[in-house]
């Protein structure tokens, strides 16, 4: 629970491409709208605040902040920086959006503002579109900026809302509970925004992971289903087009399956089944080997960079394992046990075939297996 609100489940890594959109919508959009705005803001209040001297630095201030979130934004949107320094300087349009946010609050009492509100929206909406380090930092500059420039004014060592044609007289400045409540308010503030968001991101990531889950494996057994096998099959005879690796394939179908349900029910069929494909997916050690229901009683295993003969010889440990499970089957044409039939197929990618070559392979061997007495181990090239 605590890790959902305080960390990110999700080992996320900063996409680069989501930056780049990031950094045209900031140039599209928000430079022309707040920023625009904002530079309405000090041409309109230019010369009527109580303290110039202070409006003129707040004003350059702005001036090289937008050109300098101008520069950046457009040097990430054109693929300027190498994707190590685009990780760095990610957050640096973010700050340049807090300290703008920041300006104006000082502009018209820190304090006294209702503007610290944006820094929860950003916050929320980094977390929500871009990552949790994104959010979290820019929570952290909100935080640190918002206060910052509060302890400043309220010690006298900047001048309160220089925007004013007077000076702001706000209790919350010469209350000082009062302004700690505030302060301490905001921080509590900016932080529920964060940790709120986060929790329902992490939320959202566990949801998106279950029916992710769901949809690729096997309702009844729990393994892998024929979707997730022929999506990672694509995966690996591209790879292996890629190195000129063998991909080898197994499909296993449980022997005279249709009698073991005809005979002992449905319900002993799916427990059987259930076994069957335990023992299956306890056979294979390599993560990158798969185990899957094809459909009904037939299985298929995945087994990249494995060579015909290793493959056989797997083949081989699978069928007698699945003997050692001596499940009776009195009705079967094989045995008195339930047993299984396996046909092997291997191959190196080339340019003009395609995955289904590799599965019509292992279905003819597994074809064979079955027409010479079942319960065996055959190859397409027999």
């Known amino acids: ?143 640190l900026l918002f206060t910052g420039t509060a302890f400043m004014e309220l010690a006298g060592l900047i001048p309160i809302s220089p925007g004013l044609v007077f000076e702001l007289m706000h209790p919350v400045y010469s209350d000082y509970f009062a302004a700690t409540a505030l302060l301490i308010g905001v921080i509590i503030g900016i932080g529920t925004a ?62 005279c399956f249709k009698n073991y349900n005809d005979n002992y029910g449905h319900l002993a069929g799916d427990d059987c089944l259930k076994a069957v494909a335990g023992k299956l997916a306890s056979a294979v050690n390599r993560s990158s080997d798969l185990v899957a229901r094809y459909g009904g009683e037939e299985f298929v295993f995945l087994l990249p960079e494995l060579s015909l003969q290793k493959a056989v010889e797997l083949a081989e440990i699978i069928r007698y394992q699945i003997e050692n499970l001596a499940m009776s089957h009195q009705y079967s044409a094989a045995a008195d046990i339930v047993t299984i039939s396996l046909g092997v197929a291997s191959a190196v990618p080339q340019k003009n075939a395609n995955s289904a070559v590799l599965i019509r392979d292992a279905d003819r061997a597994l074809y064979y297996a079955k027409q010479n007495g079942r319960n065996q181990v055959a190859t397409f090239d027999q």
Request: aromatic share 12%; proline share 1%; no cysteine.
């Open 194 to 255: 964060f940790f709120s968001t986060n929790y329902g991101m992490n939320q959202a990531y566990k949801l998106k992971q279950t029916i992710l889950q769901q949809s690729l494996s096997d309702g009844l057994t729990g393994i892998a289903n024929r979707r997730h096998f022929e999506k990672q099959l694509e995966v690996e005879w591209n790879r292996a087009l890629r190195n000129q690796r063998p991909v080898s394939l197994i499909l296993a179908d449980v022997d």
């Open 1 to 143: 629970m605590n890790r959902e609100i305080f960390t990110s489940i999700d080992a996320e890594k900063l996409d680069a491409g989501l930056l780049k959109v990031a950094a045209r919508v900031r140039l599209q959009f928000i430079l022309p709208t707040i920023f625009g705005l904002t530079f309405l803001f000090f041409l309109r209040q230019h010369g009527h605040g109580h303290h110039l001297e202070a409006q003129q630095a707040a004003f350059l201030l702005w001036v090289t902040l937008t050109v300098s979130y101008f520069i950046v934004n457009l040097a990430i949107s054109k693929d300027v920086f190498s994707r190590e320094l685009l990780n760095k300087i990610a957050i640096i349009p973010v700050f340049i959006e807090l300290a703008t946010n920041q300006l104006l609050l000082y502009y018209v009492g820190t304090m006294a503002s209702h503007a610290v509100l944006y820094v929860v929206v950003i916050v929320a909406a980094y977390r929500v579109f871009l990552d949790y380090r994104t959010a979290f930092y820019a929570a952290l500059m909100g935080v």
